[in-house]
């Protein structure tokens, strides 16, 4: 079994920043891609950024020059540090990791944190 726990959400004012971290633990052989995606109310589950374990990071346009994703992959971390934050990048952000272990990839969830940016 793989556990995702993430940390680093809260409440924050329009132009300000959070740092979001998201550790996973378990029968974990190999994490590729490790990323962070988003719901907010009322709409579908985005990506927000996804980082391989080689080759170029994936961010959603709406992020891009604002959000920065980093990966320890010798310690099943990834961060995602997030600056000029926007009222429409309120809500509950989520890490994902695609996890071989067990014989099998399985995609793996965390519990979400929720970030709200006030106007």
Same mark, same amino acid.
């Given at each position: ?7 680093? +959400?809260?409440?924050? %004012? *329009?132009? /300000?920043?959070? #740092? ?6 378990? !029968?974990?052989?190999?994490? &590729?891609?490790? +990323?962070?995606?988003? %719901? *907010?109310? /009322?709409?579908? #589950? ?6 391989? !374990?080689?080759?170029?990071? &994936? ?11 980093? #990966? ?6 990834? !961060? ?40």
């Amino acid at each position: 079994q793989v556990q995702l726990v993430e940390s680093g +959400g809260g409440l924050v %004012q *329009a132009g /300000g920043s959070l #740092r979001l971290s998201c550790v996973a633990s378990g !029968s974990i052989f190999r994490i &590729n891609p490790m +990323g962070w995606y988003r %719901q *907010a109310p /009322g709409k579908q #589950r985005e990506l927000v950024a996804e980082m391989p !374990s080689a080759g170029a990071v &994936n961010y959603a346009d709406s992020v891009k020059g604002r959000f920065t994703i980093s #990966r320890d992959i010798a310690k099943n971390t990834v !961060s995602l540090q997030m600056t000029s934050l926007k009222p429409e990048d309120t809500a509950v952000y989520y890490c994902s990791a695609n996890v071989w272990g067990m014989g099998r990839w399985e995609v793996y969830w965390g519990q979400g944190t929720q970030v709200t940016v006030s106007s």
